[in-house]
């Protein structure tokens, strides 16, 4: 009996694995907890015969004052729990640098894939089909690439069978994402293997092997053994997220999905014929995935801990909620503007047509859409999840976006502004219109979503307390574009707020009063910054009414922490705002943002919290 082989865990392999646990636990949605546990499963019932083949064979052999003593199938159990730890600190690797994927946009198929997509596909089954005849050949031949050509035959019938129903969707991920995670561990194990193998913790018989080390007394069969094992985890992995996504992507395949899919639920979705994919449906979610991650980094980030059904459908709502928005915003007079907000409505009046006209209905919208609207909008309103929402608050959203028109009299943008934001009634009904209804809408999606059925007062308060978050960061918004709203001659301080401030400097005001011409004029003024204090006040003051009752959304589904950090993340452009005081951002002087780390630090520490 001896402690060699376990010292390697002790040392090397368990510190790691409570690191990445350290640090991924927040992040750990149930879904990523299920399949590490699976792909474990799967790791040790697949390794364990071949492994206890190679010891029978006495291809592997450990000394006996290397190891404990205890065996399975002749496999000590050093090796066995091997087997368990690999997988979970790849697996773990891979679910960290996985997190910000957003899978139902690589659902791919052919009649989708370019040619050379498709040929790179048939070339990795080629060449693994040839692998598989090579590690035949060696084992049947035997001697000195036995070995070798029992790892072939054992890791690339698995490589080739994942390859072929998850290559198109694999080679759509980011490379990065599917290299590191195999590259990381895999040389970190080199290292290990180096160390133990100069130990003699565990040996290769030398009629068995080559013979060559790749460095020091790593022998190259380790290496391919190591890089072989962590490429078969990390396929395993982009296998089931790949059904995970097919059976959350796809309602008209799937009418009812669980939070977490169940083994057999992701099998069928791995299963499903991508001739049968809803492909338009993939193309508007690129769409909309890229519109979120262009235009808002913190709903980006926050949107990557939704799980499931409910990270697409939020991903669809601000698809809709920013098309909607741009091209009221970006419309050349206001006259185009507000035939915008006309089609808009008809669009919702045909959405949410009575049942009964539903089918037709459903056509006409499609139909509708694709006369009224310009190409780049049109996904966005066809996918928007009408069904699981109300529509009040999306005609009220529209009523908003008619309010910032009014910054505009008559026809045309040269016409001297208006400034509707009289006082901070106003200002509360535009973030009302604009922002509340966006909170409520995201917590229908919650309800709908939950496996937890709330009674409708529970509902109700949940519905007011996001009804004020949403002000809250409406306000932080407003404070943070105080510059940019200045340049297209609009000012949402109230002007109640500025008469208070002055001296403005204004000739027509005699240097009395403050007035939203001078924040036009120059919105880097001393009583610019001023308000926006003011305003940040405000936005706290809301955000501190609601916070409180964030806590009582029900966890079991995992959405709390995920609705927590969409608000944090938001709310912390208002800290960073406060912290700056008027200071424009180096990066961006217009614009206060978060830095990419705060941000990320913020998403987790209120994960953890939460
Ligand atoms: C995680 C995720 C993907 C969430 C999606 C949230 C969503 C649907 C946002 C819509 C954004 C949007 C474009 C709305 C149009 C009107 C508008 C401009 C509103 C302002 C948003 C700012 O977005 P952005 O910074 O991209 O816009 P500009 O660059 O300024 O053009 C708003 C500030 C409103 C945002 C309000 C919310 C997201 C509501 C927050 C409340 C909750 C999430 C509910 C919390 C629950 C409880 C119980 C308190």
């Known amino acids: 009996m001896g402690w060699d082989y376990a010292l390697v865990h002790i040392k090397f392999t368990i510190p790691l694995a409570g690191l990445l646990t350290a640090v991924l636990k927040p992040l750990l949605t149930r879904t990523d907890l299920y399949k590490t546990s699976a792909l474990i499963v799967i790791a040790f019932t697949s390794a364990l015969p071949w492994d206890s083949y190679l010891v029978h064979q006495r291809i592997w052999t450990y000394p006996e004052d290397a190891i404990l003593g205890p065996r399975f199938l002749k496999v000590p159990v050093e090796e066995l729990f091997f087997f368990v730890i690999q997988t979970y600190i790849t697996s773990m690797f891979y679910i960290l640098l996985n997190k910000p994927s957003f899978h139902p946009q690589y659902l791919t198929n052919r009649a989708d894939s370019a040619p050379g997509v498709q040929f790179v596909r048939r070339l990795g089954q080629s060449a693994l089909t040839v692998l598989i005849a090579y590690g035949f050949y060696l084992v049947r031949k035997g001697g000195e690439g036995t070995y070798l050509g029992l790892i072939l035959a054992w890791a690339c019938p698995f490589a080739l069978l994942t390859w072929t129903f998850s290559g198109l969707f694999l080679l759509r991920l980011p490379a990065a994402r599917i290299a590191l995670p195999i590259l990381i561990p895999t040389v970190y194990l080199w290292l290990v293997d180096e160390l133990a193998l100069g130990r003699g913790t565990w040996a290769i018989e030398s009629g068995t092997k080559l013979g060559i080390c790749i460095f020091g007394s790593l022998e190259i069969e380790e290496a391919v053994f190591f890089l072989a094992t962590n490429v078969l985890v990390v396929l395993g992995l982009v296998a089931f997220d790949r059904g995970t996504a097919v059976v959350n992507t796809f309602p008209g395949l799937f ?207 949940l519905v007011a307390a996001a009804r004020t978050m949403g002000h809250a960061l409406q306000y932080v918004n407003i404070a943070r574009d105080i510059k940019v709203d200045a340049a297209m001659n609009r000012v949402y301080l109230p002007t109640s707020w500025l008469k208070e401030e002055g001296p403005g400097q204004g000739p027509d005001q005699g240097g009395l009063r403050l007035t939203p011409e001078d924040i036009i004029r ?78 990320i630090w913020v998403a987790w520490k209120n994960l953890a919290l939460a």
């Not at 139909?367 to 609207?373: C, M, P």
């Not at 908003?400 to 910054?407: I, Q």
Request: with cysteine.
């Open 522 to 599: 120059n919105p880097d003024q001393a009583g610019a910054e001023t308000l926006r204090q003011r305003l940040l006040d405000l936005a706290f003051r809301e955000y501190g009414r609601s916070r409180p009752v964030m806590g009582s959304i029900p966890d079991g589904d995992g959405v709390r922490g995920p609705l927590i950090v969409a608000v944090e993340s938001y709310m912390e452009i208002g800290r960073v705002l406060r912290e700056r005081a008027g200071v424009p951002c180096p990066k961006n002087p217009d614009r206060a943002t978060v830095p990419r780390s705060r941000r």
């Open 255 to 461: 009418p009812e999905v669980p939070a977490t899919p169940t083994f057999s639920l992701v099998l069928k979705g791995v299963f499903t014929n991508p001739s049968k994919y809803d492909i338009a449906r993939v193309r508007g979610l690129r769409d909309s995935v890229k519109r979120l991650k262009s235009k808002s980094r913190s709903f980006y980030l926050a949107s990557s801990t939704f799980p499931g059904r409910l990270r697409i459908d939020l991903v669809l709502l601000y698809s809709f909620c920013r098309v909607a928005d741009d091209l009221v915003d970006e419309a050349r007079t206001q006259a185009a503007a507000l035939d915008w907000i006309d089609k808009l409505t008809k669009y919702l009046d045909l959405a949410y047509a009575s049942d009964a006209k539903a089918s037709a209905s459903t056509h006409s919208l499609a139909g509708y859409i694709d006369k009224n609207f310009p190409e780049s909008a049109r996904s966005a309103l066809k996918l928007l999840p009408t069904s699981l929402l109300p529509k009040e608050p999306l005609y009220e959203l529209l009523e908003g976006f008619k309010m910032d028109l009014s910054f505009t009299q008559g026809d045309g943008r040269k016409s001297s502004p208006q400034f509707p934001i009289k006082d901070e009634q106003t200002l509360e009904l535009y973030a009302h219109r604009v922002a509340s209804t966006v909170g409520e809408l995201c917590l229908w999606l919650v309800f709908h979503h939950s496996q937890t059925r709330l009674a409708p007062d529970q509902q109700a308060v």
